[in-house]
């Protein structure tokens, strides 16, 4: 089965940095305990402004990770050539 990933931008404000930073070792503990992995990187030039990606082998692991409202939009692994 091929691999998944979903990609999700979001903006915090500045107020609320340290507690959204705060929170993401609990989500990184979640995606590991279903095998899966997540990832956050911060814009280089807007501080504030994040892109997390959690990547898993397979939809089931998603889901389990997934918070009510609209899921991100999901990438699955294609091999070329």
Known sequence: MARVLTMQECVVAPAERGA???AL??????????SAHFWVFEHATESG????????AGEAQLAALQD????????????GG
Do not use: C, I, K
Request: aromatic share 12%.
């Open 20 to 22: 959204y930073l705060a």
């Open 25 to 34: 070792a609990e989500r990184r503990q979640r995606a590991a305990a279903v």
């Open 49 to 56: 402004r994040f892109v997390e990606f959690t990547e898993a």
């Open 68 to 79: 009510a409202g609209t899921p991100p939009d999901r990438w699955r692994e294609v091999q």
